[in-house]
């Protein structure tokens, strides 16, 4: 190994150390990463760091991914990592002079494949709604109301949780929601929503209502305070372990099924858009990637020619 890009390396990790002031754990994980980089430059009589070339850096990449006698293959995250520091690395030179360019800088860290949102089942969604709150009670009511609203209109946890009545518009069947930014949507009311709307409003909510807060929340724990992001979590995870659902719910889960059953149902991405309170329709298209899966499982199970026994 050569003693200039061996000295290099140890010069970085001491800047590290002393001017960055990182934490001893992330100092291990560039340590870590570097031996194997310099190793690497060793397998290739690389003894100056002023030799190394952009085709160098794109190898390592190549070789981390696939691994070899001395190194474990890495996986997407890890090697992602291992080039960042990598890249800290060449930077560093940079402004110290030791090299005349950044052979790193066209060579991006591999990133994760985007994961598809889950969605569950109609049946599943349906099955989680007739199984919100114990029956009788006065939360039972607001449980119900509460889930038919995240999943009637997809909104996000933090959304329901802070409506104000004057937010509803039973009449007119709509809703105003505050997303991120401070922006507002007015989306549409279902007939479901609303009328579990409309019962827990006129039944239950009034006993919940303490004298001395009166808060303007639509949805309020026992106390009469506003529900909780927490609180509202935990409604639908009850819910979920009451109607024998396997996999894991979350408000955002219900989100994501509002999506997809809308898309699956021939609605435009642009509306489902306006609906989710995405700035971008590139946010929403992930969910166009769900109902292409749906349609591959029904080709392959339904077309005689789709695929051979």
Do not use: C
């Amino acid at each position: 190994m050569s003693e200039d890009v061996g000295r290099g390396v140890q010069d970085y990790l001491s800047h590290l150390t002393v001017e960055r002031g990182l934490a001893d754990n992330t100092l291990r994980s560039y340590r870590r990463d570097l031996r194997r980089y310099l190793d690497f430059l060793a397998t290739r009589e690389i003894t100056d760091p002023a030799a190394i070339t952009e085709n160098d850096i794109t190898a390592f990449l190549g070789s981390l991914r696939t691994g070899d006698a001395d190194h474990v293959a890495l996986g997407t995250a890890s090697a992602a990592r291992t080039i960042v520091a990598v890249r800290g690395l060449h930077r560093f030179w940079l402004r110290e002079q030791t090299v005349p360019t950044d052979v790193t800088a066209a060579v991006k860290p591999p990133r994760p494949a985007s994961r598809l949102p889950k969605a569950l089942p109609l049946s599943d969604v349906e099955a989680i709604l007739d199984a919100a709150g114990s029956p009788g009670t006065i939360l039972a009511s607001r449980d119900r109301a509460l889930l038919e609203l995240l999943y009637g209109t997809g909104a996000r946890i933090s959304e329901a949780v802070g409506l104000d009545i004057d937010d509803l518009d039973l009449e007119e069947s709509t809703v105003l929601l505050r997303g991120k930014g401070g922006k507002q949507r007015i989306v549409p009311l279902g007939s479901y929503a609303k009328a579990s709307l409309a019962d827990y409003l006129t039944a239950s909510r009034p006993a919940l209502v303490s004298a001395t807060t009166r808060t303007p929340g639509v949805f309020l724990n026992a106390r009469g305070g506003r529900l909780s992001r927490q609180s509202a979590w935990t409604v639908l995870t009850k819910a979920a372990d009451r109607a024998g659902i396997g996999t894991d719910v979350s408000p955002h889960t219900l989100r994501h099924s509002f999506a997809t059953h809308l898309l699956d149902g021939g609605a435009d991405v642009r509306v489902v858009q306006e609906l989710l309170g995405h700035a971008s329709v590139t946010t929403t298209q992930i969910y166009t990637l769900v109902t292409v899966e749906k349609l591959r499982e029904i080709y392959a199970t339904a077309h005689p020619r789709a695929a051979r026994d």
